[in-house]
């Protein structure tokens, strides 16, 4: 695991390194960069993989206590990520966060080659669904947070809906979920930074990001769950739709992670797409 120091703090991130097409890849709430193991160790090989873990739930190293955590300042924080390593020719994959959407209008955006949005927020799905609802509620109320995840040290708790079991279709394997909630059961200042992000939730970010869209005269593919629970299937034909040059694939079988539930066929989808838009 590597670090960057950004503006907001210290980022933690994995690289693959290599002189492949370079692919940077993009967690949701309550994750770190391990969401996409399965999909890194298909593509590492051809591709050089950056994941990094955003600060939203899932990070060990908290952000400075003035930091803009709301999705627009995430946003700038992946682009000053992409100067900062001095990436260009990007293939830029999201799931589940959308804020990828705004991050291609804004300085660093630029970088970005080529988008793939994989079942994520977008419109007016913001906080998304239940699981989303549920913990933006709980950072409302003082303390609600901590007594939202406390529980999740339980491990059978992590597949109820309002947790992670309308998320993947599979439950993630303990260890690997272990590591995504360790940092908010024991941390304060990162149940702060997570706190931050639900509290600055406003709906018109999604809905301007996906306007954005309709600028991004670039390759762009949108791979959506056919059985998502949490993401609207609707949203990916959409987007697909607002895309100049987008091309939409649906995959059956998994629920939002699509990480987790078809890695190889995410990985397969990825792997064509670039080349293809070379």
């Known amino acids: 695991m590597r670090e960057v120091e950004l503006s907001a703090g210290t980022v933690e991130y994995e690289d693959t390194s290599g002189d492949g097409p370079i692919l940077v890849?993009?967690?949701?709430?309550?994750?770190?960069?391990?969401?996409?193991?399965n999909v890194v160790a298909d593509l590492r090989e051809d591709h050089r993989c950056i994941v990094p873990t955003l600060p939203l739930g899932g990070h060990r190293?908290?952000?400075?206590?003035?930091?803009d955590l709301s999705m627009r300042g995430l946003s700038r924080l992946v682009a000053e990520f992409l100067e900062r390593l001095d990436l260009r020719d990007v293939t830029l994959v999201e799931n589940d966060w959308g804020g990828a959407h705004l991050l291609v209008t804004e300085r660093g955006g630029e970088r970005v080659a080529r988008l793939v949005l994989t079942s994520c927020e977008a419109f007016d799905n913001y906080p998304p669904g239940l699981p989303g609802r549920a913990v933006?509620?709980?950072a409302k109320v003082p303390g609600g947070l901590n007594a939202m995840v406390q529980p999740l040290r339980l491990r059978p708790l992590r597949r109820l809906p309002f947790a992670f079991g309308w998320m993947s279709k599979r439950p993630v394997p303990d260890?690997?979920?272990?590591?995504?909630?360790?940092?908010?059961?024991?941390?304060?200042?990162?149940?702060?930074?997570l706190r931050k992000y639900l509290r600055a939730v406003d709906k018109r970010d999604t809905l301007e990001a996906a306007e954005q869209?309709?600028?991004f005269d670039r390759p762009a593919l949108v791979v959506w769950a056919k059985?998502?629970?949490?993401?609207?299937?609707?949203?990916?034909?959409?987007l697909a739709g607002l895309?100049?040059?987008?091309?939409?694939?649906?995959?059956?079988?998994?629920y939002t992670l699509i990480p987790e539930d078809q890695p190889k066929e995410l990985a397969r989808l990825i792997r064509g797409f670039v080349r293809d838009a070379q």
Not at 25 to 37: E, T
Not at 243 to 254: A, F, K, T
Request: glycine fraction near 6%.
């Open 25 to 37: 890849l993009l967690h949701g709430l309550a994750q770190n960069g391990s969401l996409w193991r």
């Open 61 to 67: 190293r908290p952000m400075r206590p003035d930091a």
């Open 136 to 138: 933006w509620l709980a």
């Open 175 to 193: 260890e690997v979920m272990d590591d995504w909630l360790r940092p908010a059961l024991t941390r304060s200042e990162v149940r702060r930074d």
């Open 213 to 215: 869209l309709r600028s």
């Open 227 to 238: 059985e998502d629970r949490v993401m609207p299937p609707d949203h990916g034909r959409r």
């Open 243 to 254: 895309l100049p040059q987008g091309r939409l694939v649906e995959i059956p079988d998994s």
